[in-house]
Each structure stands twice: as C-alpha cells, then as structure tokens.
C-alpha cells in the first residue's frame, strides 16, 4: 500500500519513535504496578488484616488487573503499529485496509482501526 494520503518517511519516522518511547512508558508503569504489589505483600504478607483493609486491598487489586489488562493491550497495538511501519502498512486499517487519518495517528500512534471499527472493537469487549 502506498502512504498517498500525507504520510511522509518522516512522519513514519516519528511516529515510530514515539511508538518505541509509548512502549517504554506502558511497559514501566506495568513493572510499577507489579512492584507496588508486591511490596505491599512482602511489608504485609499474610498478618491479621481489618475486613476493611481487605475489602480496600480487592478493589484495589481489581483496579490494577482492569489497568494491567488495559496496557497489555495497548502494548499489542503499539507492536502492531510497529510491525505495520516495518510493512509498509502503517496508518491503514488491520480491519478492513481503509487509511486511518493522520489526525488520529497523530493523537494515537498505536492506532490500528478507524475510529468506527475501534469502538466497535471495544463494545465487543
């Protein structure tokens, strides 16, 4: 496919490295999510807790899986989008091949559907 539609080498270039720099971040926050769990149970470990303090530690631990589910994804798309650029796919749909504006790649690099295919993606979920 060809990038007729106003996406330059360059503008692949940087979103490249802003792929590479998204990817980074999502996968730090992870560790750090990871890490703060895991020192809360080495502090606490199995000790007498209130069911309050328990009832706050599930929540919070679902809080966490919802966010470590949310990134694994986003790290799916943001290698995706990575693998498309190394295709010469970059900004086109996965879905159904329809370009993908270069506003929305501008907003959101990892972008792999058209805006009406990612919120039907979404609602499936």
Known sequence: MSQDDGL????IAKQ?????????DVLGNEENT???????????GFEAEESEDEAQRREQYVA???LRDANDQRIK???????????GTYGFSDASGAPIPKARLE???EAIFTV???EKREAQR
């Not at 330059?8 to 503008?11: I, K």
């Not at 490249?16 to 980074?24: I, T």
């Open 77 to 87: 798309d943001i290698r995706r989008a990575l693998q498309k650029i190394d295709e």
């Open 64 to 66: 966490n899986q919802a």
């Open 116 to 118: 009406a295919e990612q």
């Open 16 to 24: 490249r490295a802003r792929l590479e720099q998204l990817q980074q």
């Open 34 to 44: 990871v890490a703060t769990e895991r020192q809360y149970q080495e502090e606490h």
């Open 107 to 109: 907003v959101m690099p």
């Open 8 to 11: 330059s080498a360059d503008f």
